[in-house]
């Protein structure tokens, strides 16, 4: 079993960066691929992001593609998302999630096995 803790969330102005990390403790991440989901208030999780179990393949939501960036540091044990040019839409919880799959990754929040607590992010404009 794994477990994930979130952070780097916070309030920033739109056109601001962050970078949220997730790191993991119990397993190596090497044994699972990860994702990034997001939850704003009165709507559902929503996926964000994905990266593979070696950290080689990645995918996007539409919404994020361009400005959003996955990355995945096995040796730290970490999984990070780089957001850039935020927007107020993209106000809300961001959590990372780990699937146990062996090849490929999800963007279905139902596949994944293990999950973060959250962390907030806030865009003012």
């Known amino acids: 079993q794994v477990q994930l803790v979130e952070s780097g969330g916070g309030l920033v102005q739109s056109g601001g960066s962050l970078r949220l990390s997730c790191a993991a403790s119990?397993?190596?991440?090497?044994?699972?691929?990860m994702g990034w989901f997001r939850q704003a208030p009165g709507k559902e999780r929503e996926f964000v992001s994905a990266i593979d179990r070696l950290g080689r393949s990645t995918i996007y939501a539409d919404s994020v593609k361009g400005r959003f960036t996955i990355s995945k540091d096995n040796a730290k044990n970490t999984v990070y998302l780089q957001i850039d040019s935020l927007k107020p839409e993209d106000t809300a919880v961001y959590y990372c999630a780990a699937d146990r799959r062996v090849l490929g990754f999800s963007r279905f929040s139902n596949d994944y096995d293990y999950w973060g607590q959250g962390t907030q992010v806030t865009v003012s404009s």
């Open positions: 119990g397993r190596t991440l090497d044994s699972y691929a």
